[in-house]
């Protein structure tokens, strides 16, 4: 077979750049679909459609956000790795998609498979329990939950989910033993939290402050570095005693299948930062609890990978698995 010249194959590649080129300014041209890979009405849905609310009215072409919740999220990432890499299927990526290949080794998704769109924010989570518990602090949980090992109930919102992995990361510095009772999603936890079947939860900050609010839940501490403005008076887990390696935020993004070309990941990037500059935007985000960030693919494939390597280093310690 004639071998091509140099002159050819620089030609070749300079084509298909024009040609990604051409296809990333047009972008998009027809209706996006966006995975959600978990129950609507939760954080990762709200999130989603507050961005992609403003991403549709800018680009004049539907975005559709479809919940595809079930196995703490491993469904709705399985079909979005599957979806053609052309910037049409997005995926609001969140801690699961870092969480869940560690936890089972023979997951069907890894982190690696997916690029880094757009960095959106994240929301600190907050540790509750019912207003009727007799504790008011997070050591008066502890010491408390010491007089009954395994006798209360911590919901979270599915194994390995994000608000399972804090809970777990607390108990184990706490020295306590709880009984873990997994839901579909953290908007399912909440009435039996209200009730007092459960005895505590780890809940983003979305749900929780409406409900420490109204006196329905206690605050007994923020799992993050400083303490929320929405709630001044709750200490952070550091300032409760415990140590900062529990602290953990909750992130989102969106995410596309590796293979996308580069140049609609920039485009759908400058997109989704001005859609984040946007005062409506971020009222929505704020009240529910989001912390706007924003940053470039590259800072979003950065941050994955060391949330990857993070929890599959806790995962490993705290010998957990998906079984």
């Known amino acids: 077979m004639p071998r091509l010249s140099t002159a050819v194959r620089a030609a070749i ?18 209706p996006v679909h966006v995975i959600v890979a978990f129950p609507g009405g939760g954080a990762v849905d709200l999130v989603a459609r507050a961005v992609t609310d403003k991403l549709a009215a800018n680009w004049g072409q539907p975005i559709l956000v479809e919940p595809k919740p079930g196995a703490s999220g491993n469904i709705g990432a ?6 053609p890499p052309d910037g049409y299927t997005l995926m609001m990526g969140a801690p699961f998609l870092t ?15 997916f690029a880094g769109a ?7 989570n907050v540790f509750v329990v019912p207003s009727t518990l007799p504790v008011n602090s997070l050591r008066e949980f502890v010491e408390y939950a010491k007089a009954r090992p395994g006798k209360l109930n911590a919901g979270h919102a599915g194994t ?3 608000s399972h992995l804090c809970a777990l990361l607390f108990a184990d510095a706490a020295g306590i033993e709880l009984a873990f009772v997994p839901y579909k999603g953290q908007p399912q936890v909440i009435p039996d939290l209200l009730s007092g079947q459960l005895s505590l939860m780890v809940l983003t900050s979305t749900f929780a402050i409406p409900h420490v609010k109204s006196g329905k839940l206690k ?13 001044p008076g709750v200490p952070t887990v550091v300032e ?3 140590p900062p390696e529990i602290i953990a935020v909750q992130w989102f993004g969106f995410v596309v299948p590796a293979d996308t070309p580069r140049e609609v990941i920039n485009r759908l990037n400058a997109e989704v930062g001005k859609a984040l500059m946007s005062p409506e935007v971020i009222d929505r985000l704020e009240k529910i609890g989001v912390v706007v960030m924003g940053g470039s693919p590259e800072e979003i494939d950065a941050f994955i990978r060391d949330e990857t390597e993070r929890w599959a ?9 998906a079984d």
């Open 313 to 321: 280093r806790v995962i490993r310690n705290l010998h957990l698995s």
């Open 118 to 124: 757009a960095l959106i924010g994240a929301t600190p």
């Open 160 to 162: 390995g989910s994000f």
């Open 240 to 242: 409760a005693g415990f």
């Open 78 to 83: 399985q079909l979005a790795r599957n979806a």
């Open 219 to 231: 605050a007994l501490a923020v799992n993050t570095q400083v303490r929320l403005k929405e709630l």
């Open 99 to 113: 969480v869940n290949p560690a936890l089972d080794p023979n997951s069907k998704f890894k982190a690696a498979d």
């Open 13 to 30: 590649v300079a084509l298909a750049l024009a040609a990604a080129a051409a296809h990333a300014a047009g972008y998009p041209e027809r």
